[in-house]
């Protein structure tokens, strides 16, 4: 077979991978896409095409209009619940393996709420960005249980009747404690970053890049478009992550 045109990029970070004692990866929806779950910025069709995920993705959207949210909400949740992991997640679950055997340390970070990453076998998964297949009272944070359809009326109610939203961080709020200190903890030793499929424009996980540097890790980002982060890496992936991370773990 004909090395792949990625092969001079791909063998900078295998290097770099089998050398690495801290890894740490940040994924963002592009890693989903394959998996036919739109990105957070291409996400509306069908009903909603019309409406700007950045408005719906908020406290005070929600308070506005609770049903339309929540609507919105639980057609992604079915969405993510119907989708496979794609060959991305696989390979990323595969590299975590292959670390810890050699006795080095993974940690994965992702913004993605869609539980794909722990599907494909990955562990320790940091949400940042929370859970869309987890929901919880407004009032009292109190877990919900979910229907396998859709919920039959919106905004959905808990079985003692009290509102409930999902478990994810929309825009003005606060990011999971433990999450935020679980990835300054990782950032803090790692020597290898590796950021995938993420327009690296919401922080703080578009910061996180600048803590990796200020270790002097290597960098390696895999999306095929640029973000303003590219001109900080040392090896640019300019692929699919379903494409690239597979052949990254080819020998
Ligand atoms: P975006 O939709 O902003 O960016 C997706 C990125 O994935 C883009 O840079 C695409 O070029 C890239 N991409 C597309 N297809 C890809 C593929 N097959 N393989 C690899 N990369 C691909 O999504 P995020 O960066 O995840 O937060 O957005 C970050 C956060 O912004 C989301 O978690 C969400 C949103 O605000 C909250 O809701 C709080």
């Not at 609507?71 to 292959?98: F, M, S, V």
């Not at 810890?100 to 794909?116: I, K, M, Y």
């Not at 359809?149 to 003005?172: D, H, L, M, Q, Y």
Request: aromatic share 6%; with cysteine; glycine share 6%.
């Amino acid at each position: 077979m004909d090395p792949s045109p990625l092969e001079p990029a791909l063998a900078k970070l295998r290097t770099a991978l089998n050398d690495a004692q801290h890894v740490v990866v940040l994924t963002g929806s592009g890693v989903s896409a394959e998996s036919k779950i739109p990105t957070f910025r291409d996400a509306m069709e069908g009903l909603w095409k019309d409406f700007d995920p950045q408005t719906l993705a908020t406290p005070e959207a929600f308070e506005a209009d609770p049903g339309r949210v929540t609507r919105w909400y639980d057609w992604r949740r079915l969405k993510c619940a119907e989708a496979q992991p794609n060959p991305g997640h696989l390979a990323l679950a595969e590299i975590q393996t292959q670390t810890l055997a050699r006795g080095a340390s993974f940690t994965l970070l992702t913004q993605n709420v869609d539980g794909l990453h722990q599907r494909a076998g990955s562990t320790d998964v940091v949400e940042l960005h929370g859970s869309i297949m987890a929901w919880r009272g407004v009032d009292s944070g109190e877990p919900a249980e979910l229907p396998e359809g859709p919920f039959e009326s919106f905004p959905p109610t808990s079985a003692s009747g009290e509102i409930i939203r999902p478990s994810v961080v929309w825009f003005g709020e606060m990011l999971p404690e433990e999450a935020l200190r679980r990835s300054f903890d990782a950032l803090e030793r790692c020597d290898l970053f590796m950021t995938i499929g993420t327009s690296s424009v919401v922080h703080p996980a578009a910061g996180f890049v600048h803590n990796a540097r200020a270790n002097d890790a290597f960098i390696a980002e895999v999306n095929p478009d640029d973000t303003p982060i590219s001109p900080l890496v040392n090896t640019t992936i300019r692929a699919k992550s379903g494409e690239a991370l597979p052949l990254l773990l080819r020998a």
